[in-house]
């Protein structure tokens, strides 16, 4: 069976070189994030991290590595637990895996300008036991229906993006939940109950202090 292609759902980096927007958007001259480049694609075990960025809105970075680049949604609320919860993620330019380790400041003026904490990090796969997950999920992060399970410090078990059909194709909107598994938690609120670092268990306040380190 041949699929027809529709272009308006393709994503917007598919045409232009990777990390193109990304290198785009920033002075490496004024800000301490990596320059980064695409890593190889050939990654067994594929990285997941959230960024909590207080940047002119706070919000949470959702980065999931895919052809070696981190696919990556802006989630104002932060990710839920709860299965009832729908959490929007809008979805912003790929960045390069080497961001994964990036806590600190951005300065002000620059994009993104504010602190950065890394929330949460580790490794993620397809939700179901398949031969080819990695396949598996380049199939659901291009049909909008991206099912994967994450293997972090905070957040576990398996999860769904589901990309909505409106507003700019070049910058899909997204729904992200938790689906029911052991580790869904109804009812838990846990961007407000997890308020450290998981690389340095430092506050947001305390990032934003220590200007020196990067
Ligand atoms: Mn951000």
Redesign the pocket.
């Known amino acids: 069976m041949s699929v027809k292609k529709k272009p308006a759902q393709k994503p917007a980096e598919a045409e232009s070189p990777p990390l193109g927007e990304y290198h785009r958007k920033r002075d490496f001259s004024k800000t301490a994030e990596p320059e980064g480049a695409k890593a190889p694609s050939s990654r067994r075990t594929l990285a997941f991290v959230i960024?909590k960025?207080a940047?002119s809105q706070l919000?949470f970075?959702l980065r999931l590595e895919l052809d070696g680049v981190m696919k990556s949604w802006?989630v104002p609320k932060g990710p839920s637990v709860d299965p009832s919860v729908k959490r929007l993620a809008m979805q912003?330019e790929d960045h390069p895996v080497e961001y994964n380790t990036f806590e600190g400041i951005i300065p002000e003026g620059e994009y993104?300008g504010g602190t950065?904490m890394l929330w949460d990090r580790g490794a993620y796969t397809y939700w179901e036991k398949d031969p080819d997950p990695v396949e598996r999920l380049r199939e659901g992060y291009a049909k909008g229906d991206f099912k994967f399970e994450l293997k972090g410090k905070r957040l576990r078990g398996t999860w769904v993006l589901v990309r909505l059909r409106r507003g700019d194709p070049e910058k899909p909107q997204w729904l992200l939940i938790k689906h029911r598994d052991e580790y869904a938690k109804p009812g838990f609120d846990i961007v407000a109950e997890e308020n450290t670092s998981v690389a340095t268990g430092r506050t947001m306040e305390e990032i934003a202090m220590d200007k020196s380190r990067r």
């Open positions: 960024q960025h940047a919000h970075d802006a912003v993104g950065v």
